[in-house]
């Protein structure tokens, strides 16, 4: 049974950083493709950086790159996602997601992943 659990979120300064964890159970983090989606209240949800486990084929929002890093932990299959120089606007519940590795055409999409963990909140104040 797949199961993704998140950890790491808070309230941060602007300016902060934060690392964010996913705890992978139920398959192996590099026979799969990963993503960090987040969700502000009353906002559709939104990929943020997504990852080929396999071959560490990165791709991230325009809105977070050079700030956001994702990567993962083949021995301790775990996802992970570092968030520097936060900004208010980065505020919101993140969640990792996962699909069985296969060509996706739309990386940060949503409809593109099968499962889904609860997620974490992270706040960021000014």
């Known amino acids: 049974q797949v199961q993704l659990v998140e950890s790491g979120g808070g309230s941060v300064q602007a300016g902060g950083s934060l690392r964010l964890s996913c705890a992978i159970s139920?398959?192996?983090?590099?026979?799969?493709?990963m993503a960090w989606f987040r969700q502000a209240p009353g906002k559709e949800r939104e990929g943020v950086a997504a990852?080929?486990?396999?071959?560490?084929?990165?791709t991230y929002a325009d809105s977070v790159k050079g700030r956001f890093t994702i990567s993962g932990d083949n021995a301790k299959n775990t996802l992970y996602l570092q968030m520097n120089n936060l900004k208010p606007e980065d505020t919101a519940m993140y969640y990792c997601a996962a699909r069985w590795r296969t060509f996706l055409s739309s990386p940060l999409r949503p409809f593109e992943y099968d499962d889904w963990g609860q997620g974490t909140q992270v706040t960021v104040s000014s």
């Open positions: 990852i080929d486990a396999a071959i560490d084929a990165t």
């Open positions: 139920g398959f192996k983090y590099n026979n799969y493709n």
